[in-house]
T-cell receptor, first 113, second 117 residues
Framework: KAGVTQTPRYLIKTRGQQVTLSCSPI?????VSWYQQTPGQGLQFLFE???????NKGNFPGRFSGRQFSNSRSEMNVSTLELGDSALYLC????????????FGPGTRLTVT | AQSVTQLGSHVSVSEGALVLLRCNYS??????LFWYVQYPNQGLQLLLK??????LVKGINGFEAEFKKSETSFHLTKPSAHMSDAAEYFC???????????????FGTGTRLQVTL
C-alpha cells in the first residue's frame, strides 16, 4: 500500500498570504488528522476529519481551517500567514476508532517570511 | 486532559549499549500509548503501540516497551543500540474524540537519541 502523501513538501510564503496544503491518506483509511510541529511548541494537534466532517479541533486560531473530500483526501488552509506559522505540518491517516495507530506523511515544511 | 512526559530531551549511548527512553503518561481512563520515531526531514514512523492486549509490546527495529499502570509509565527499550537508531523519539497517548469516531494524539516533547562509536 502506498503511504500517506503530502503536497507540496516545501513552501515559502510571505506574511499576510494564505496557503493550502494537501494530504492523501492510505487507501482505506477514512480518518485524517493534521498536526503542527515547531521547535518551540513541539507536536500539536490541529484537527481531525472523518466523513467530510471535522470531528475534533485543537487550540488554534480560526485562521487554520481544513476540509475533507468524499475520497478521504484532506486539505488544510492557513489564512493571513504570520511568521509564527512557520512549521512542519504533518498529516496522519488511520482507521476509525480509538486506539488505531496513525500513519504519518512526510510533512510540508512551511516557511513564512 | 491526557498528557505525556518524556524525561530527558537528549540521551546519548554507545553503540551496542542498552537504550532506555522514558515516558510517563497522565490519563483518567485506560490509555492507548504509542512510540514514534522521526528521522531528520521526515515524518513520524510508528515503532509500537499499547492497546491493553499485553503489557510488554514488541515493535519494529528491535524496540519494545512495557506498560506499567502502577507507575503510569511506558518506557521504550532496545537491548543493543545501532548507529541507525539515532533519531528523535516521541511518546504519545490517544484520546477518543467527542464524536467517538477517531483519536487525537497528544505527544511528549521528544527525546533525541545520539549513538556514539
Amino acid at each position: 500500500k502506498a503511504g500517506v502523501t503530502q503536497t507540496p513538501r516545501y513552501l515559502i510564503k510571505t506574511r499576510g498570504q494564505q496557503v493550502t496544503l494537501s494530504c492523501s491518506p492510505i487507501s482505506g483509511h477514512r480518518s485524517v488528522s493534521w498536526y503542527q510541529q515547531t521547535p518551540g511548541q513541539g507536536l500539536q494537534f490541529l484537527f481531525e476529519y472523518f466523513s467530510e466532517t471535522q470531528r475534533n479541533k485543537g487550540n488554534f486560531p480560526g485562521r487554520f481551517s481544513g476540509r475533507q473530500f468524499s475520497n478521504s483526501r484532506s486539505e488544510m488552509n492557513v489564512s493571513t500567514l504570520e511568521l509564527g506559522d512557520s512549521a512542519l505540518y504533518l498529516c496522519a491517516s488511520s482507521s476509525v476508532g480509538p486506539g488505531y495507530e496513525q500513519y504519518f506523511g512526510p510533512g510540508t515544511r512551511l516557511t513564512v517570511t | 486532559a491526557q498528557s505525556v512526559t518524556q524525561l530527558g530531551s537528549h540521551v546519548s549511548v554507545s553503540e551496542g549499549a542498552l537504550v532506555l527512553l522514558r515516558c510517563n503518561y497522565s490519563s483518567s481512563v485506560p490509555p492507548y500509548l504509542f512510540w514514534y520515531v522521526q528521522y531528520p526531514n521526515q515524518g513520524l514512523q510508528l515503532l509500537l503501540k499499547y492497546t491493553s492486549a499485553a503489557t510488554l509490546v514488541k515493535g519494529i527495529n528491535g524496540f519494545e516497551a512495557e506498560f506499567k499502570k502502577s507507575e503510569t509509565s511506558f518506557h521504550l527499550t532496545k537491548p543493543s543500540a545501532h548507529m541507525s537508531d539515532a533519531a528523535e523519539y516521541f511518546c504519545a497517548v490517544s484520546e477518543a474524540s467527542s464524536g467517538g469516531t477517531a483519536s487525537k494524539l497528544t505527544f511528549g516533547t521528544g527525546t533525541r537519541l545520539q549513538v556514539t562509536l
